[in-house]
C-alpha cells in the first residue's frame, strides 16, 4: 500500500498538538484553509472570531493566564496586519503568544504581488522572534522554536508566516514534532544572597514591591512567607495585583497610576525596595524612588532595564520563590525596622465604603467599584479596559488573587477586554467573568459579543456610560484647563445587547446596580449593562490627593 501523504499544515498541527495547543483563535482566509481544514481533524478547537484584533487579544489573555502560549491565526495582508495591535500588546504585557499568519507563495513573494507586504518586518519590533517558514523541513524546529521564545521569560509574542505554497505542499515522511523541555527551577547565587541579606538587615524602612513576574512565577505564597517572615510591607503593581490580598496586614494596595496616590506613602520613606518580578513597563520607577536614592533588591529571572530611578543594588536572578527563601533564611532571626501601614489601608477602605454608601446618580466611579467587587467571589475575574475607570479600579478594587484583576498597564490598549473575556472563561471556566469597560474601548471591538455567544462563554459587561472618552478629557481639563473633541454619541445598549441576543440592563439608580451584577453574574448567557457614571470625582480626587503629604495623618 503505498504510504499516506499529509500536507505541511498538517504537520503544522501536529507540532501544535505537540505543544499542548486546546485553542487557535482566528479567521479564516484564502491563503489558510489548509491550516482551518487540519485543525478541524485535530484535537484542538478554533474559535472563529468577527475580527482579528479580537483574535490577538484572545491569545494573549489565554496565554496570561495560563502561561502556555496562546494562538491567533489569521490570512496573509489585511489579516495578518490585524494581528498586530494584540501582538504588541502581549509582547509589552509579558504575555506569550504565537501569531500565525498566511503569506504570499514564494514564487510571488519577491515582486510586486496582490496583498504583499514584508509582514515578517513588520511584526519584528513587537515581537520576540518574527520569521518566515520557507520551507516544510524547517517546521517542526521552528514552531519549536516559537513556543520556547515565547514562553520563556520574559515572555511574549512570536510571529510566523507561512507561504501559501508552503503550506499546502507534502511534509516530508520523517519530519515530526520535536521534544517538549521545559525549563528546571534554579538556586539563586549564595553571594548575592548575603549581599542581599546585609543590604536588609541595615534597612530601616523597607518596602516589597510585587509585580508582573511574581504572577507569572507563581511566587504569590513565597512573597507571603518573605513578608511575614520580615514583616514587611507590601505594594503591587497593577499586573500584580492579588499576589498579597489586599486584606492582608501587610499589604499597602497598587501603585503606578497617579503621580501621588495613598500607597506612594509607603515608599517616601523607604530606604530599601525588595522589587519583585517588577518591570519597568510597568510604570515609572520615578514614582517610587523619586529621589534615586533607595536600595533595590531586584528580584527576578532576568536583569532590570537601565534607569536612573532604579539603580540595583543587588539582584537575585534566579527561581523567584527559591530566592525569596533563600534571601529569608539567610536573615534568620534578623527583621529590619518596619510593619505594614494600617493608615494607607484605611484610607483606601474608607473612600470605598463612602463610595459604598454614596445613593447618586449617575454613579459615581467609588460606588460602581464597590457593587463590582461585592458582586464577585474572590476568585472571580475581572477584566478592566483602558480609560478613567482604569485608575479606580486599579486603585480600589480590592484583589484577593493573582490573574483575578486583568489591566493592560504595558501598551495600554483600548478595546481588548471584550475578546479577552472569551479567553477568560475558556481558560478558567469554573470562575464568573466580568469586562468593566468604557463605552469608548467598548465599541471598539463589541462585535465579539457574537462570537461569546456562539462559542458558550458566558460573562458579564459593564459599561461604565459617560458619552465621551473619559480618561482624555480629564488629563485635557488638568493640563490646559478645558477639554475639546472628546465627546461622541452611544447607540441604545440595551437594545444593541439584544439584537446580538444578550441581555441587555440599563441602570438608572445607584441602588439597581448590585442587584443587577448578581441577576447577570447567574446568568448563563452574554449580558451587557449600561451604567451612567459621573466623572466629576476625577478632579476632587486629584485635589484631595494633591492636598497630602508626609505629614498626613
Known amino acids: 500500500m503505498p504510504e499516506s501523504r499529509r500536507s505541511t499544515a498538517e504537520l503544522i498541527v501536529e507540532c501544535l498538538e ?38 490577538s487579544f484572545m491569545a494573549e489573555v489565554y496565554g496570561r493566564l495560563t502561561g502556555r ?20 500588546d502581549a509582547t509589552t504585557n509579558s504575555a506569550p503568544v504565537l501569531a500565525l499568519s498566511a503569506q504570499v507563495g514564494m514564487q510571488r513573494s519577491y515582486k510586486e504581488s496582490h496583498q504583499s ?4 518586518s513588520m511584526f519584528a519590533p513587537v515581537t520576540k522572534w518574527s520569521a518566515l517558514v520557507a520551507t516544510p523541513e524547517s517546521v517542526p524546529e521552528m514552531v519549536r522554536k516559537a513556543f520556547k521564545l515565547a514562553q520563556t521569560e520574559r515572555p511574549g509574542a512570536v510571529y510566523l508566516a507561512v507561504p501559501e505554497n508552503v503550506e499546502e505542499a507534502d511534509a516530508p515522511a520523517d519530519s515530526s514534532p520535536l521534544r517538549v523541555n521545559v525549563p528546571r527551577p534554579d538556586d539563586p547565587s549564595a553571594a548575592q544572597i548575603a549581599r542581599a541579606a546585609e543590604i536588609l538587615r541595615a534597612a530601616r524602612n523597607p518596602v516589597l514591591l510585587a509585580g508582573h513576574g511574581a504572577v507569572r512565577s507563581d511566587a504569590s505564597a513565597a512573597v507571603r512567607r518573605f513578608a511575614e517572615s520580615l514583616g514587611i510591607p507590601v505594594a503591587t503593581t497593577f499586573h500584580g495585583k492579588g499576589v498579597v490580598p489586599d486584606d492582608h496586614p501587610l499589604a499597602l494596595g497598587a501603585v503606578g497610576f497617579m503621580r501621588h496616590d495613598y500607597v506612594n506613602f509607603g515608599f517616601d ?37 537601565v534607569d536612573a530611578h532604579y539603580d540595583v543594588a543587588v539582584g537575585l536572578h534566579a527561581d523567584t520563590a527559591r ?34 454608601a454614596d445613593d447618586s446618580f449617575p454613579l459615581t466611579p467609588a460606588r460602581i467599584v464597590a457593587d463590582t467587587r461585592a458582586a464577585l467571589d474572590r476568585d472571580d475575574i475581572v477584566l478592566v479596559d483602558t480609560g478613567a475607570l482604569k485608575m479606580w ?31 477568560a472563561k ?55 484647563g478645558h477639554n475639546v473633541d472628546t465627546r461622541f454619541g452611544n447607540p441604545d445598549f440595551v437594545s444593541y445587547a439584544e439584537s446580538f441576543g444578550a441581555r441587555g440592563y440599563r441602570i438608572s439608580t445607584a441602588e439597581q446596580l448590585l442587584p443587577t451584577l448578581r441577576e447577570a453574574l447567574a446568568a448563563d448567557t452574554v449580558s451587557v449593562i449600561a451604567c451612567p457614571v459621573d466623572y466629576r470625582a476625577n478632579s476632587a480626587l486629584i485635589a484631595s490627593l494633591g492636598e497630602l503629604d508626609e505629614s498626613w495623618s
Request: hydrophobic share 45%.
Open 426 to 480: 475558556i481558560a478558567r471556566p469554573g470562575a464568573k467573568v466580568l469586562v468593566a469597560t468604557g463605552d469608548g474601548s467598548f465599541l471598539m471591538n463589541s462585535q465579539e459579543i457574537e462570537t461569546a455567544l456562539r462559542v458558550g462563554t458566558p460573562m458579564v459587561i459593564l459599561v461604565w456610560v459617560d458619552d465621551a472618552y473619559g480618561l482624555i478629557s480629564w488629563k485635557m481639563d488638568l493640563e490646559i
Open 117 to 120: 507586504v514584508d509582514l515578517v
Open 323 to 356: 530566592s525569596l527563601d533563600a534571601l529569608a533564611a539567610a536573615m534568620g532571626t534578623d527583621r529590619p525596622d518596619s510593619s505594614g501601614d494600617e493608615r494607607i489601608r484605611g484610607l483606601l477602605a474608607a473612600e470605598l465604603d463612602r463610595g459604598r
Open 18 to 55: 505537540n505543544e499542548g495547543v486546546t485553542h487557535v483563535f482566528g479567521i479564516p482566509g484564502e491563503e489558510n484553509i489548509r491550516l482551518i481544514d487540519a485543525l478541524s481533524r485535530s484535537s484542538i478547537e478554533y474559535v472563529l472570531t468577527r475580527h482579528e484584533q479580537g483574535a
Open 393 to 423: 479600579m486599579a486603585r480600589l478594587y480590592p484583589t484577593y488573587e493573582p490573574n483575578t484583576c486583568l489591566i493592560s498597564n504595558g501598551l495600554s490598549t483600548m478595546g481588548w477586554s471584550v475578546p479577552g473575556a472569551i479567553a
Open 269 to 305: 520613606q523607604a530606604d530599601v525596595i525588595v522589587a519583585v518580578g517588577y518591570e519597568l513597563q510597568e510604570f515609572d520607577p520615578v514614582r517610587i524612588n523619586p529621589r534615586g536614592d533607595a536600595k533595590i533588591i531586584h528580584v527576578h529571572r532576568f536583569p532590570a532595564e
Open 69 to 88: 502560549a496562546g494562538v491567533c491565526s489569521a490570512t496573509l495582508g489585511p489579516g495578518a496586519i490585524n494581528l498586530l495591535l494584540g501582538v504588541a
